[in-house]
């Protein structure tokens, strides 16, 4: 075999004779006669993950890119099929299932909200990046980016990162169903950590991802908030109240997958409200979403709410080594409009001057005390944190 398939290509494979060790793991060089005589070229030396191994197959992870790769080895009779059988957004089926849509919520004066209303259910807005989860009958969920992504696959994948993946396994009758949620991540205590840490561990390949949960002690969640499909069936049209029902019936099958906590009357918002603004909610310090059943909109109630600004350029700084600031977009492919230079740490400015390429074309969380007519933003102050849903996701796009 000349190289592994990449997604959606297979090869055969023949099975060898038991080696040992050590030719197996490091060998290359020339076999002067006898079995095997010829060059031995090593085409690749890593760690796996199995799935699953009997007589007829053996399905088996490479996380060892940006992009998790799935294999299958099936037996053919006398040979085995090496298949990569990793999920491609150009397939029908992904197509189908994943797609690029994401929930446009608009915004509300936190001061403004009130908690009177039988028709709106309150929930904490946490901050995290929105997924989509695939279930099928007897495997785990599958949690995808809604982003289309510039790899090869089309796809940003996290289930691997997810600890315990494996051991929620999808009851038949919840097959075909698609959720929407947001993957967060929690310390030791439950508390949510803040959104930079969690783009870190997303964007970080799944064994560095599972290293940095361990080593700082937190773990990727998720909660969901809407449901796409429901047992193969297009749900999109039903109202929240359906929704919820819905993918409270999921979470009871997949305790992996619990609901956004909500509140329908007014005391149970009153109380939510009273928790996140006062910072004790342990899921969010930032506000509210609040959906409403019968117009079918979304708002979001936030205390501070911060622009969102796309990072174009990169300027020195007057200390060598460091940045001094960044030029900016309010969109994507938008007129520059002004710079942002506070707000960035130290280790921030020296990693941004050095590695210009993994910054330009993200989207950075800034504060400012207005907008002026050009666009520009008044004394812009960097938050400290790159928004997951918006801009360029280097670490596992490209």
Known sequence: M??????????MAIRQPTHTKEYSLGFSGTIPKGYGAGKVKLRKSEAIEVQEA??????????????P???LLKRMGNRWMLMNITPRRSAERWKKLVTPEREHMGKIDVGKITPDSPNQAWQPKVDGASVKVVLDPGKPPRVFSYREAKNKTGLIEHTYKLPGYWKHKTPAELGGSVLKGEIYATDKKGKTIPAAEIGGLLNASV????????????QLKIRTFGIERFKGHDVRGAGYADHLRMMQQVSKGVKSLPTMPTAWDAKGKAQM???????KNKLTS??????????????????????????????????????????????????????????????????ILRNPGSYIGRAAKVFSQSQFPSGALRAPVFTGEWHLDKGRQPGVEQ
Do not use: C
């Not at 009997?54 to 992009?67: A, D």
């Not at 409200?273 to 910072?279: E, F, V």
């Open 2 to 11: 000349r190289r592994f398939p990449e997604p959606g290509e297979k090869a």
């Open 54 to 67: 009997n007589e007829k197959h053996v399905r088996f992870n490479v996380f060892s890119g940006k992009v």
């Open 69 to 71: 790769e799935q294999f």
């Open 207 to 218: 064994w560095n991802s599972r290293a940095a949960q361990q080593a700082k002690g937190v």
């Open 273 to 279: 409200a009273r928790s996140i603004l006062s910072g």
């Open 286 to 351: 930032e506000g509210l979403v609040i959906r409403d059943a019968v117009t079918g909109k979304t708002l979001k109630a936030k205390k501070v709410d911060p622009f969102d600004v796309y990072v174009r350029e990169v300027v020195p700084g007057k200390v060598k080594g460091e940045m001094g600031a960044i030029r900016y977009s309010m969109t994507p492919k938008g007129k520059v409009v002004g710079n942002v230079g506070t707000g960035f740490s130290r280790q921030q400015r020296r990693d």
